[in-house]
Antibody, heavy 118, light 110 residues
């Protein structure tokens, strides 16, 4: 069974940093692209970042470019999102999702809440 | 403002057929597959349609997708109360090298 479990969310002050993790199991993690997608309270889904299967290629939404870094450790079956210079508008539930061109984001984690507030 | 455009709301009565539209551009829907996701209240999104019109195993055939040019639509026939959820269209965007979403459509079963 495919499982994605996010962790690392919490309350952080504006300008602060946080690192999210996504532990994957039930599939060959190193064969799949992965996405981070966020959802602000009461709002829609917004794609944040993606990484290819071996970590050699990444892309970011303009709103997080230069502040967030996506990475992965295929030996540990874990996806990361390093978030720096956090702003109030980054407050959201962050989901990791397994991705492919054919199937889109076919499996999602349960999400982890990040709250940026003083 | 979302890259893909969906109506914010839709509604129907049990047994009815409803459709949800999704409009994009040549860099996303026009040149790539469309996906649809269902998000029940308080839960993570779930893949509903992939490759424009394919259903993952376990998704009822009441759900169908179509695409034409830079637009797509999701149809739900035989509407049931458990279909009440938010529905999002998405597509890969060549300019962003990422997946873009619509703003979501809240479906109410009256």
């Amino acid at each position: 069974e495919v499982q994605l479990v996010e962790s690392g969310g919490g309350l952080v002050q504006p300008g602060g940093s946080l690192r999210l993790s996504c532990a994957a199991s039930g599939f060959t993690f190193s064969s799949y692209w992965m996405h981070w997608v966020r959802q602000a309270p009461g709002k829609g889904l917004v794609w944040v970042s993606r990484i290819n299967s071996d970590g050699s290629s990444t892309s970011y939404a303009d709103s997080v470019k230069g502040r967030f870094t996506i990475s992965r450790d295929n030996a540990k079956n874990t996806l990361y999102l390093q978030m720096n210079s956090l702003r109030a508008e980054d407050t959201a539930v962050y989901y990791c999702a397994r991705a492919s061109y054919s199937y889109g984001s076919d499996y999602w984690g349960q999400g982890t809440l990040v709250t940026v507030s003083s | 403002q979302s890259v893909l455009t969906q109506p914010p709301s839709a509604s129907g009565t049990p047994g009815q057929r409803v459709t949800i539209s999704c409009s994009g551009s040549s860099s996303n829907i026009g040149s790539n597959y469309v996906y649809w996701y269902q998000q029940l209240p308080g839960t993570a999104p779930k893949l509903l349609i992939y490759r424009n019109n394919q259903r993952p195993s376990g998704v009822p055939d009441r759900f169908s997708g179509s695409k034409s040019g830079t637009s797509a639509s999701l149809a739900i026939s035989g509407l049931r109360s458990e279909d009440e959820a938010d529905y999002y269209c998405a597509a890969w965007d060549d300019s962003l090298s990422g997946e873009v979403f619509g703003g979501g459509t809240k479906l109410t079963v009256l």
